[in-house]
């Protein structure tokens, strides 16, 4: 088939509390898969959350109350990446 860029699929994230487990996902289709993941440089994730460069997926225990927002970049090694912004807000 013909190489496609990646594209963000799905919609925005859930919100967050502080010290309560979160997981949400990221999702980008592309071909060929697979995608890999990553934080615009200079964008941060809440503290205590981690996003797997495999899978899309955020996780891990926000520690700081506050809304949080940030790019989020897809690359499957075409010439061309996607980026998309995300916004998480942490309840006290």
Same mark, same amino acid.
């Given at each position: 088939? @013909? $190489?496609?860029?990646?594209?963000?699929?799905?919609?925005?994230?859930?919100?967050? %509390?502080?010290?309560?487990?979160?997981? /949400?996902?990221? /999702?980008?289709? $592309?071909?060929?898969?697979?995608?890999? !993941?990553?934080? %615009?440089?200079? &964008?941060?994730?809440?503290?205590?959350? @981690?996003? &797997?460069? *495999?899978?899309? /997926?955020?996780?891990?225990?926000? %520690?700081? *109350? #506050?809304? !949080?927002?940030?790019?989020?970049? *897809?690359?499957?090694?075409? $010439?061309?990446?996607?980026?998309? #912004?995300?916004?998480?807000?942490?309840?006290?």
């Amino acid at each position: 088939g @013909v $190489a496609a860029s990646p594209a963000f699929v799905g919609g925005s994230l859930a919100p967050a %509390r502080v010290n309560a487990a979160y997981r /949400e996902k990221v /999702e980008a289709v $592309a071909s060929p898969a697979p995608v890999a !993941y990553s934080v %615009r440089a200079g &964008d941060s994730l809440p503290p205590g959350l @981690v996003l &797997d460069p *495999a899978t899309g /997926e955020l996780r891990g225990t926000p %520690r700081v *109350a #506050g809304p !949080y927002a940030f790019t989020i970049t *897809a690359s499957n090694g075409s $010439a061309t990446t996607a980026s998309r #912004g995300y916004k998480i807000v942490v309840a006290p």
